[in-house]
Nanobody
Framework: QWQLVESGGGLVHPGGSLRLSCAVS????????IGWFRQAPGKEREGVGC??????YYSNSVKDRFTISKDNTKNTVHLQMTSLRPEDTAVYFCAAAEESKVYFNNWSEASRYKSWGQGTQVTVSS
């Protein structure tokens, strides 16, 4: 199991922006897929996006609003969120999976990810 540490959550007004960060070890950063998930109260965990093998995938609900980037100087994966909506309110998690097990058609399956961060709360409200 690997350690992942999220940060950057908080309260933001609708239409605002927020950047989440997921700090990992260099080994995980270089060789594993990193997924972002979220879970709202009473709802199932939902895949938001994933970076794997220099590719990024996004759910339809966040495509064109959220962007994943990687900072190789800090072994950190970022989730830049813009045009935030109240329905984006959730606890956001990053997770790591073996690259060989993540593809364009299964990246959002939470069961493929073996290590998870503790989560960070994002609240979008006026």
């Amino acid at each position: 199991q690997w350690q992942l540490v999220e940060s950057g959550g908080g309260l933001v007004h609708p239409g605002g922006s927020l950047r989440l960060s997921c700090a990992v070890s260099k080994h995980v950063f270089d060789y594993y897929a990193i997924g972002w998930f979220r879970q709202a109260p009473g709802k199932e965990r939902e895949g938001v996006g994933c970076t794997v093998a220099s590719l990024e995938y996004y759910s339809n609900s966040v495509k064109d609003r959220f962007t994943i980037s990687k900072d190789n100087t800090k072994n950190t994966v970022h989730l830049q969120m813009t045009s935030l909506r109240p329905e984006d309110t959730a606890v956001y998690f990053c997770a790591a999976a073996e690259e060989s097990k993540v593809y364009f058609n299964n990246w959002s399956e939470a069961s493929r990810y073996k290590s998870w961060g503790q989560g960070t709360q994002v609240t979008v409200s006026s």
